[in-house]
């Protein structure tokens, strides 16, 4: 059975659909890339499944995660779930931390919440996943505040604290997009090993971009979204190689214009 | 692009000797001094008519600074910039008209760089009130508009209501609509969708050969570099780390830093 299932997921607001009926499911430990242009519906959908789509916003289908139904759950279960079970890493680490918390206490926060540790023995733990995701000098850096840390390094400490509680699914919302070209490739690469690395079971990956050149280095599965529906998807070498759908080949073909061979 | 004018054979318009800015950081104690950051340490730059220049390097590493200084936007602590032989000074703005009149200027994200009080066509219209140019404006405004891929009868709309691909048009239109010689573009497509970036890449070659216009272009995305520009030179902590044509550093890169930037860009 998969990890998660989603079918028929439908986001309205009010009159306007802006996801439109879309299924998809992701094995344990799988790795899935949704790519799509701004406006595709890319980030609803993956907000969707952990219950954090605006309010404004009308939620309808299924979302099934380790064989429990997600949507329509009250937000005191669901918050249970995230950070647990689903972790997130957002976009913009300048927006996503909170600027007058130490950082080991934000990586430690989740450990103290879901797995109900002490203040020292959580501190510790955060140390150590500060050092995993490649931040230098661990034991000092989690006394920093989120602005005496780089662009790159606050996007480790979002990783670090996403990563806290090895939860089973991951999901990764333009996670390098506010980064320099060499750091995004660092922080790419901490990701997927660290998701790949988890203890005993890997932790599934679903991860938002508009850049398909990133995907192959992080995901091997593809879904492709335009105007709030999936229009192509399948395995990430296939369609690189051989895309069926026109919009496919043109995001392909605007990628391409800025890769490297 | 740009196969006329190539290696220099054109005339030298702008002309950066030896450039140095040392920043002084806040104090960090009451005591001792100040401590300085040198973001650029000795620079030069040579911008040939129908040059296409790639700036590159990771943040902080000065090619922002160096924009700003060309365009007389900030002074440096040491070296000089010339434009056509005539030294640029920072000041105020109207005595900085003759140069603004041939170099002008794109920067990064065009939802802070275009003020959201004016229509597209005032936006467009002021350099030309600004540079004292005559006349009232309004067929360059629709040529401008045209130009860049958007349709003139939208010009007395406001920038929320373009997208961000519109937006980056509207602020190279801008930047167009004094015929300038010379554009400098900081990070013209970082914040847009890399569809949109692809169009913008397109928009901004093909302006460069209708309108003769010399590229000045800083990114951190070699990528983005290798399209556009046919020379690169890349800072590292405020020093030249390596130059030369952008298809002979891209293809042999002699620096370390270099080939650390070059084996960060995505491969397709």
Not at chain 1, 31 to 43: L, V, W, Y
Not at chain 2, 129 to 137: E, I, M, S
Not at chain 2, 224 to 243: F, K, P, S
Request: proline residues 5%.
């Amino acid at each position: 059975m998969s990890l998660l299932e989603v079918r028929g997921l439908t986001v309205a607001f009010g009159d306007q659909v802006v996801v439109d009926n879309v299924s998809f499911s992701l094995d344990g430990g799988g790795r899935m890339a949704i790519i799509g242009e701004s406006g595709s519906g890319k980030t609803l959908t993956a907000l969707s499944v952990i219950g954090l789509a605006p309010e404004t916003a009308t939620v309808t289908g299924s979302v099934v995660f380790g064989g429990e139904e997600l949507l329509g759950r009250a937000d005191r279960a669901l918050s249970k779930v995230r950070g647990e079970d689903i972790a997130m890493v957002f976009q913009n680490p300048q927006t996503s931390l909170n600027p007058l918390m130490r950082v080991g206490k934000q990586v430690a926060e989740p450990l103290r919440r879901h797995h109900g540790m002490d203040r020292r023995a959580a501190l510790a733990a955060a140390v150590e996943l500060c050092g995993r995701v490649g931040l230098p000098d661990p034991a000092r850096t989690v006394r920093a505040f989120p602005h005496q840390l780089s662009g790159g390094q606050r996007q480790r400490i979002g990783i670090a604290i996403a990563l806290a509680c090895q939860p089973a699914m991951l999901i990764a919302d333009e996670p390098t997009t506010a980064l320099d070209v060499t750091v995004q490739a660092e922080v790419l690469a901490v990701l997927a090993e660290l998701v790949a690395a988890g203890d005993g079971a890997s932790t599934a990956l679903l991860f938002i971009t508009h850049d398909v050149a990133l995907v192959p280095a992080v995901a091997d599965h593809l879904l492709v979204m335009r105007s709030g529906a999936i229009v192509e998807s399948g395995p990430v070498a296939a369609l690189v190689d051989d895309p069926q759908h026109d919009y496919t080949k043109q995001l392909l073909a605007a990628a391409r214009k800025t890769a490297l061979r | 692009m740009n196969a006329s004018n190539r290696d220099g054979a054109g005339d030298l318009l702008l002309a950066a000797t030896a450039l140095r800015r040392v920043f002084r950081l806040p104090r960090t104690s009451v005591f001792g001094s100040r401590a300085e950051r040198h973001a650029l340490a000795g620079v030069d730059l040579d911008v040939h008519e129908g040059a296409s220049i790639g700036i590159v390097g990771e943040s902080g590493s000065g090619k922002t600074t160096l924009a700003r200084i060309l365009l007389g936007l900030d002074k440096p602590t040491a070296g000089t910039v010339t434009y056509r032989g005539r030294t640029v000074t920072p000041g105020p703005p109207a005595s900085l008209r003759w140069l603004r009149t041939d170099v002008q200027v794109v920067f990064q994200d065009p939802a802070s760089s275009l003020d959201p009080r004016m229509s597209a066509e005032a936006i467009i219209r002021e350099p030309l009130v600004g540079l004292r140019v005559p006349g009232d404006h309004s067929d360059r405004v629709v040529e401008v508009l045209e130009a860049v891929g958007i349709d003139p009868g939208t010009r007395h709309r406001y920038p929320h209501e373009f997208s961000g691909g519109q937006q980056q048009r509207l602020a190279i239109a801008r930047a167009l609509a004094p015929n300038p010689k010379v554009l400098i573009a900081d990070e013209p497509v970082s914040a847009l969708d890399v569809s949109v970036r692809a169009q913008i890449l397109d928009l901004l070659a093909g302006l460069m050969g209708d309108y003769e216009l010399s590229l000045v272009m800083v990114s951190h995305d070699l990528g983005v570099v290798n399209t556009m520009c046919d020379e690169v030179v890349v800072l590292h902590h405020g020093a030249v780390a390596e130059r030369g044509r952008t298809a002979e550093v891209f293809a042999a890169p002699s620096d370390p830093y270099t080939q650390r930037l070059l084996a960060a860009v995505p491969r397709l």
